[in-house]
C-alpha cells in the first residue's frame, strides 16, 4: 500500500507559478512511478504528466508541456509539479498517483492522493 497526500494548491493569479507537492508513505515509493492528474469543475479527469521510478522519464500531456515539470526526491519520497504561466483554463483539483510503471501511472494508477485545489484568477 502506498499513501500519498498532496499539498501546495490555492488562489494564484494568471502568469504565476506554483509547486505542488505529494508526500508518499508506505512501501517501497522508489519503486513506483508516479502521475499527476487534474480535474477541472464539470470535466473528467485528464493525466498531466508521470515521472519513472528513477526519475530518468517523463511524459506529459500535449496541454502542459512547457510550462508544467514533474520531479522527484526518492530520498523524501516526495513527488513535485511545477506549473508556470498559469492559466485560468489550469483550474481544477491536482491529483497524485502511483503504478507499477511509467506507461501504466499515466493510464490507470493503483494509487490515488486526494487532490489539492488549485484556482487560477484574478
Known amino acids: 500500500q502506498v499513501q500519498l497526500v498532496e499539498s501546495g494548491g490555492g488562489l494564484v493569479q494568471p502568469g504565476g507559478s506554483l509547486r505542488l507537492s505529494c508526500a508518499a508513505s508506505g512501501r517501497s515509493f522508489s519503486t513506483y512511478a508516479m502521475g499527476w492528474f487534474r480535474q477541472a469543475p464539470g470535466s473528467e479527469r485528464e493525466f498531466v504528466a508521470a515521472i519513472s521510478w528513477s526519475g530518468g522519464d517523463t511524459i506529459y500531456a500535449d496541454s502542459v508541456k512547457g510550462r508544467f515539470t514533474i520531479a522527484r526526491d526518492n530520498a523524501k519520497n516526495t513527488v513535485y509539479q511545477q506549473i508556470n504561466s498559469l492559466k485560468p483554463d489550469d483550474t481544477a483539483v491536482y491529483y497524485c498517483?502511483?503504478?507499477?510503471?511509467?506507461?501504466?501511472?499515466?493510464?490507470?494508477?493503483?494509487?490515488w492522493g486526494q487532490g489539492t485545489h488549485v484556482t487560477v484568477s484574478s
Open positions: 498517483a502511483a503504478a507499477a510503471g511509467i506507461v501504466v501511472v499515466a493510464a490507470t494508477p493503483l494509487y
